[in-house]
T-cell receptor, first 109, second 116 residues
Framework: KNEVEQSPQNLTAQEGEFITINCSYSVGISALHWLQQHPGGGIVSLFMLSSGKKKHGRLIATINIQEKHSSLHITASHPRDSAVYICAVRFKGTYKYIFGTGTRLKVLA | DTGVSQDPRHKITKRGQNVTFRCDPISEHNRLYWYRQTLGQGPEFLTYFQNEAQLEKSRLLSDRFSAERPKGSFSTLEIQRTEQGDSAMYLC??????????????FGPGTRLTVT
């Protein structure tokens, strides 16, 4: 069965902390996306990964194909990073994306 | 603004009525997705178009739902005989496919449907 699990579901951090959000999936994938959704706002794509690591500003995304696991890291977190972070996976042999349940992040000043 | 537009942004309808939503993707994007999102949940895949061809549909998409993408440009999603359970945000996203490479998806602002 094609499944995606995210952890933690909720995360509260102090400004400046290093944050890690995890995504695990069940079988081989073609692509994995990390998305950000602000309350009442639209969805923005942060990264698309099929292997390795990507960095954009304070955000870093990694994927370990053998372990079937991806992480999103936020360095020097800021209150404006408060949002829901969602992992979305396209399994091999399908065009369909399966989404994780999301991680609700709150960064306190 | 991601460049993907959706119309209308909000729709209130009575149970049993038909509704149609439109998505205009970024012009050079050949891939188009429809998703549905209910409050507090992640999006659920509904259907996928590559150019004008509908290549995959979710089993969630009952026969009351139909989607088209004529000429591989804009897309429409129609829901017939709406039910209260159809109330959700309907999201459209587009991306570019080049060879076997995959690129990020750009999401529209969504159409919020309320069925009364």
């Amino acid at each position: 069965k094609n499944e995606v699990e995210q952890s933690p579901q909720n995360l509260t951090a102090q400004e400046g902390e290093f944050i890690t959000i995890n995504c695990s999936y069940s079988v081989g994938i073609s692509a994995l996306h990390w998305l950000q959704q602000h309350p009442g706002g639209g969805i923005v794509s942060l990264f698309m990964l099929s292997s390795g690591k990507k960095k954009h500003g304070r955000l870093i995304a990694t994927i370990n194909i053998q372990e079937k696991h991806s992480s999103l890291h936020i360095t020097a977190s800021h209150p404006r990073d408060s949002a829901v972070y969602i992992c979305a996976v396209r399994f091999k042999g399908t065009y369909k994306y399966i989404f994780g349940t999301g991680t609700r992040l709150k960064v306190l000043a | 603004d991601t460049g993907v537009s959706q119309d209308p942004r909000h729709k209130i309808t009575k149970r049993g009525q038909n509704v149609t939503f439109r998505c205009d993707p970024i012009s050079e994007h050949n891939r188009l997705y429809w998703y549905r999102q209910t409050l507090g949940q992640g999006p659920e895949f509904l259907t996928y178009f590559q150019n004008e061809a509908q290549l995959e549909k979710s089993r969630l998409l009952s026969d009351r739902f139909s989607a088209e993408r004529p000429k591989g440009s804009f897309s429409t999603l129609e829901i017939q005989r709406t039910e209260q359970g159809d109330s959700a945000m309907y999201l459209c996203a587009s991306s570019l496919e080049a060879g076997t490479s995959e690129y990020e998806q750009y999401f529209g602002p969504g159409t919020r449907l309320t069925v009364t």
